[in-house]
């Protein structure tokens, strides 16, 4: 399995961006695909993720309100649609994958990573 994300980039404060995750080497339907995101000095956390088989979401509190998170199952990729930008949503974003719905908001859930994509938020 292979998973590519792309779609950061530098944003003013108030700005969008939205990423995109695709995964190749296997057609999911089941499992649960999320974002997490690290920035410089801290661990990894979690953003949001998404079930495969239904439009069930799952949001860190952080990031209610202001991210979206969808998916094309027909493309087998997910989105993240990023609005209201915050300088302290920069960080590099993870897309991941797991066959299962154990624990969505944990990395160690997690079977399959993607490279990471920088989103740089600047004040």
């Known amino acids: 399995v292979q998973l590519q994300a792309s779609g950061g980039g530098l944003v003013q404060a108030g700005g969008s961006l939205r990423l995109s995750c695709a995964a190749s080497g296997r057609t999911f339907s089941t499992g649960v695909m999320g974002w997490f995101r690290q920035a410089p000095g801290k661990e990894r956390e979690f953003v949001a993720a998404i079930r495969w088989s239904a439009a069930f979401t799952y949001y860190a509190d952080s990031v209610k309100g202001r991210f979206t998170i969808s998916k094309d199952n027909a493309k087998n990729t997910v989105y993240l649609q990023m609005n209201n930008l915050k300088p302290e949503d920069t960080a590099v974003y993870y897309c991941?994958?797991?066959?299962?719905?154990?624990?969505?908001?944990?990395?160690?859930?997690?079977?399959?990573w993607g490279q990471g994509t920088q989103v740089t938020v600047s004040s």
């Open positions: 991941a994958v797991q066959s299962s719905t154990w624990y969505p908001t944990e990395p160690r859930s997690y079977s399959y």
